[in-house]
């Protein structure tokens, strides 16, 4: 299991390599969760409480990855403090953020493989799969929602689409030509919305994602409850 020592030792070779600035971690918890493999309370960081809560699960892989997870979740620790006063900062977290978190964990582990293959979750793939499987699970999430009207299926489609763009990022000349050509694999309604947030993706435009995302979760919400209106009549 990681120490705070190694932990804060990461912290610093990860300042280094992406010029982020963030402070050391002044606590490292482990917890039985099956949830995430590592997490980053905003609330916590954003009340001085620099803590990150790692799941037991993360250590049946292997250092490399373990590393990378936390790679994952610096980057959020410098978006925490970063937009901390940006109103709509939850939604800049669930787009931009894990997008370039998953941008930066994919090039650690690129960074620590001698082939175009990388070990992820204990598989032997590419960048490449890794975006497909991220964007099919987004689609099936998508599909959950107009089926189920689920807040939860909701937000996982949000970040399991922002994980695919990360991860395209890498892996693909035009990511916006690689969206627009596969973006009818969603449910019609979510289609225009999904490549407007992935542009502000790709731009590097982080308000203009959080707003979006903003707008089409409120709409969303709107709609799940028609959907549950309509069942129950």
Not at 29 to 58: E, M, Q, R, T, W
Not at 190 to 219: C, M, T, V, W
């Amino acid at each position: 299991m990681f120490t705070l020592e190694q932990v804060n030792h990461e912290v610093d070779l990860f300042v280094k390599e992406t010029q982020m600035s963030i402070t050391h971690l002044t606590n490292i918890i482990h917890i039985d969760s099956h949830k995430s493999f590592a997490c980053v309370p905003s609330s916590d960081i954003a009340s001085g409480k620099y803590i990150i809560y790692i799941s037991n699960d993360l250590y049946q892989y292997d250092l490399d990855y373990q590393i990378s997870v936390l790679w994952h979740e610096f980057v959020h620790v410098h978006d925490i403090l970063y937009f901390k006063n940006i109103k709509n900062i939850k939604y800049i977290m669930a787009t931009c953020s894990e997008a370039f978190a998953t941008t930066t964990q994919l090039e650690y582990l690129c960074r620590k493989s001698n082939t175009k293959h990388i070990l992820y979750e204990g598989q032997l793939t590419t960048v490449s799969a890794v975006a497909q499987s991220y964007f099919r699970t987004s689609v099936q999430y998508c599909k959950y929602v107009l089926s189920t009207s689920n807040p939860k299926s909701f937000y996982n489609a949000i970040t399991n689409f922002s994980y695919c763009c990360g991860a395209i990022l890498l892996c693909w000349e035009d990511p916006l030509k690689f969206l627009k050509e596969n973006i009818n694999d969603y449910p019609e309604i979510f289609q225009h919305d999904l490549l407007q947030i992935g542009d502000a993706i790709f731009s590097k435009n982080p308000i203009r994602a959080g707003n979006l995302y903003e707008k089409l979760h409120r709409a969303q919400q709107k709609q799940a409850l028609e959907r549950i209106a309509n069942r129950n009549k």
